[in-house]
């Protein structure tokens, strides 16, 4: 019988996450201080941040930076989590390529997320803080950082974005379950929130105005810290437990992957699973292609501007280097929750711009069908950010079956869609569309990115 799922024991789930900032041939800019324009230090985060998150995001020396003892142990909770030949999937679409997915929907959660919030709790725990508060899109996040909180002791907050929260109710429910106490963002609750509300009544909502409630709320209440579920370096960081395991896990399948494919949003799966592969292309002459899948309605990899940009709405944020829409960017209420965002994380933008890696645009609709074909042929529903990537792949298969080429597509499966039933049903009704942005919508957001020369970010 030919094997379809290829599993880890608890003993090979990694000890080390891996730090490709230490090995990427041009390192990321720094993090600037929005007053200033002086690159961020460790100290000046941890004021948001917890600490150790802090110092691991500037970490650029240390390719391999240890798991705690206590975070590996909660992870085996969950851990490994399956690496899967999809062969009815491939015979559908009739390619000679041979397809694996990584899934990461198989944990309690739903999703990948909880790779990053057990250990960010756990920090938080561990420095004395006693509440987290957080953004989150679709609710992936917001899920998981409820359950970490509950884990580890802490109070959680959560601002979800209004229009997702009105999508998937059942999302705000599991967090509550947890104990966090969820908003809906803009809200009213914050300055930044009002603001929003003020300006645009009608405002549906981004991870931009969630992220500002958020570290509003975190830097006036005592002993609470920010915890992000995407973009930056330590929340990729933590997430290189996918591609480390998948890298064991293919060469159980005697196969190396000629293609890595993910959905993107601010880069946390993608970069969890592309990273560990990424280092053999760099060092040991590997030549896999690396492919981001975005929405065709919120395209910073392929339509943005490669700016110092601020992460939330407000202004809140240290201005980040990304490919960026614009912080003031409003993207469309697609049921990707988790995409909707205007920036990329900061390696991966860098990785762009080197052209190591590289980004494509679905359409809403390409993506649905995609995702119930993957669900009728492997018997899991994807979760609507997941069919991006999915999409992105049957794109793939197809161009390797007129070459009639049998390569190799690593996928990641980064949550299941059981949550998201009422998207897949107004899909199904014919009630979905698709939304594109013009050229001249991007160019009038990114009129408000601030102005940050190259020549000043070296002078300091």
């Known amino acids: 019988m030919r094997q379809k799922k290829f599993i880890l024991e608890e003993k090979d789930i990694p000890y080390q996450w891996y ?33 150790e998150c802090s110092k691991q995001e500037l970490d650029s ?17 969950y851990r490994s989590t399956p690496l899967v030949r999809a062969y ?14 990584k899934n990461e929907s198989t944990n309690p959660l739903g ?37 970490a909180a509950r884990l580890y002791g802490l109070e959680a907050a959560v601002y979800q974005v209004k229009i997702s929260m009105l999508q998937k109710p059942y999302r705000s429910a599991i967090m509550r379950t947890f104990g966090a106490t969820v908003e809906g963002s803009p809200s009213m609750s914050t300055r930044a929130g009002k603001n929003i509300i003020t300006h645009d009544p009608n405002h549906p909502g981004s991870l931009g105005t969630a992220i500002s409630e958020a570290i509003e709320l975190a830097t006036t209440t005592p002993h609470c810290k920010y915890t992000l ?26 196969e190396y992957p000629d293609q890595i494919i993910a959905c993107f949003g601010g880069g946390s799966n993608f970069g969890g699973i ?23 309605s919120c395209p910073k990899l392929t339509r943005g501007k490669f700016e110092y940009d601020f992460g939330d709405e407000a202004g809140y944020t240290p201005l980040l280097p990304m490919f960026t829409l614009g912080h003031n960017f409003k993207p469309a209420n697609i049921h990707a929750g988790g995409l909707r965002y205007h920036g990329a994380g900061m390696i991966i933008s860098q990785l762009v711009k080197d052209h190591f890696m590289h980004g494509v645009d679905i359409p809403q609709l390409e993506s649905f069908k995609a ?37 190799v597509i690593l996928f990641c499966l980064s949550g299941h869609g059981l949550l998201d039933m009422t ?38």
């Open 61 to 77: 020396e240390h390719p391999w930076i240890d798991i705690p003892d206590e975070v590996r142990e909660k992870y085996t909770y």
């Open 111 to 147: 999703s990948h997320k909880i790779n990053s919030a057990l250990p960010q709790c756990y920090y938080c725990k561990q420095e004395g803080d006693t509440n987290v508060t957080t953004e989150t899109g679709a609710g992936q996040w917001g899920a998981a950082l409820s359950y």
């Open 274 to 296: 592309a990273f560990p592969f990424m280092r053999h292309n760099f060092k040991d002459g590997k030549h896999t292609e690396f492919i981001a899948a975005e929405p065709d």
């Open 229 to 254: 579920g995407s973009v930056l370096n330590h929340v990729a960081l933590h997430q290189t437990v996918i591609g480390l395991e998948a890298e064991k896990q293919m060469e159980m399948a005697g």
């Open 88 to 101: 009815a999937f491939e015979k559908a679409l009739d390619t000679p390529a041979h397809i694996y997915f």
């Open 423 to 460: 998207a897949y049903e107004n899909y199904i009704n014919g009630d979905l569309q698709n939304y594109h942005i013009s050229d001249e919508e991007i160019q009038e957001d990114l009129k408000d990115v601030p102005e940050v020369s190259a020549d000043h970010v070296k002078k300091n």
């Open 371 to 407: 995702g119930m074909l993957f669900a009728r042929t492997e018997g899991i529903i994807p979760a609507p950010e997941s069919c991006h990537a999915i999409a992105a792949v049957i794109r793939e298969a197809k161009k390797a079956r007129e070459a009639g080429q049998e390569k």
């Open 19 to 51: 730090n490709i900032q230490a090995e990427m041939p041009n390192k990321p800019l720094p993090p600037l201080n929005p007053s200033t324009l002086k690159p961020l230090t460790a100290e000046d985060l941890s004021h948001i941040f917890n600490a």
